[in-house]
Antibody, heavy 126, light 107 residues
Framework: EVQLVESGGGLVQPGGSLRLSCAGAGFIFSSYSMNWVRQAPGRGLEWVSYISSSGATRYYADSVKGRFTISRDNAKNSLYLQMNIVRAEDTAVYYC???????????????????WGQGTTVTVSS | DIQMTQSPSSLSASVGDGVTITCRASQDIRNDVGWYQQTPGKAPKRLIYAASRLQTGVPSRFSASGSGTEFTLTISSLQPEDFATYYCLQQNSYPLTFGGGTKVEIK
C-alpha cells in the first residue's frame, strides 16, 4: 500500500525552528517528485514547496521563501521541511503529497498530486 | 502567479441532487487541473486529474471537464458521503495554486 507518514509537528515559538519529516512506503520514493501543502485552521489549502525526484529542483511559495527549506533523502525514503523564523501565520496542518507523472496525448508528460499523508500539526505561539 | 477562482464557495443540496462547481484560471493552463475532496479532519483525496480523468476507484457520478481557463466538477447524484469540501488545483506552473474551496452541505 502506498503510504506517506508525516511527523515532527508541534508547538514552536515565533522566530523558532522546526523540522518536519515525511516517510514514504509502498512505492519507489526516489522516482517521484514531492510537495508540501498546508492548511491553516478553518482555511483552504496552500501549496508550500516542491522538490524534484533527484532533489535538484526546488520551488517555494513566496510566503515561505527564504525561511523554509525542502530536502529529501532517497536512501531513507524521506522528505523534509526545515522551517526557520516561523510566524503565527505558519500555524497549520502540513501535508506531504506525492506527484504522479502521467502522459497526456495532447500535452505530453505532466504531473499531478495524487497521494497525501495524514498531516502533521504545527502551532506557532508564545 | 496564476489565480484559481472557485465558485460557489458553498452550496446546499439534497441527496440525489446534481451539483456543479466551477474554477476559473487567470490565464490559460491547458488541462493542468486536479480536483480534490476533503472531509473534516481528513487529508484531501484526489478525484480528478488532467481536468477530466477520473481517479481509479472514484465513483462515476463524479465527472469533470474544461481546458484553458474554465473548469467544472459535476456530481450527478449526491450521496451522503459526498458532503465535503472540494478544491481545484492548477499544476501548470509554480507557484501551484488552489481554488478557495466549495463546501457542499446537506439541505
Amino acid at each position: 500500500e502506498v503510504q506517506l507518514v508525516e511527523s515532527g509537528g508541534g508547538l514552536v515559538q515565533p522566530g523558532g525552528s522546526l523540522r518536519l519529516s515525511c516517510a514514504g512506503a509502498g512505492f519507489i520514493f526516489s522516482s517521484y517528485s514531492m510537495n508540501w501543502v498546508r492548511q491553516a485552521p478553518g482555511r483552504g489549502l496552500e501549496w508550500v514547496s516542491y522538490i524534484s525526484s533527484s532533489g535538484a529542483t526546488r520551488y517555494y511559495a513566496d510566503s515561505v521563501k527564504g525561511r523554509f527549506t525542502i530536502s529529501r533523502d532517497n536512501a531513507k525514503n524521506s522528505l523534509y521541511l526545515q522551517m526557520n523564523i516561523v510566524r503565527a501565520e505558519d500555524t497549520a496542518v502540513y501535508y506531504c503529497v506525492r506527484d504522479e507523472e502521467f502522459y497526456d496525448i495532447l500535452t505530453g508528460y505532466n504531473y499531478a498530486m495524487d497521494v497525501w499523508g495524514q498531516g502533521t500539526t504545527v502551532t506557532v505561539s508564545s | 502567479d496564476i489565480q484559481m477562482t472557485q465558485s460557489p464557495s458553498s452550496l446546499s443540496a439534497s441527496v440525489g441532487d446534481g451539483v456543479t462547481i466551477t474554477c476559473r484560471a487567470s490565464q490559460d493552463i491547458r488541462n493542468d487541473v486536479g480536483w480534490y475532496q476533503q472531509t473534516p479532519g481528513k487529508a484531501p483525496k484526489r478525484l480528478i486529474y488532467a481536468a477530466s480523468r477520473l481517479q481509479t476507484g472514484v465513483p462515476s457520478r463524479f465527472s469533470a471537464s474544461g481546458s484553458g481557463t474554465e473548469f467544472t466538477l459535476t456530481i450527478s447524484s449526491l450521496q451522503p458521503e459526498d458532503f465535503a469540501t472540494y478544491y481545484c488545483l492548477q499544476q501548470n506552473s509554480y507557484p501551484l495554486t488552489f481554488g478557495g474551496g466549495t463546501k457542499v452541505e446537506i439541505k
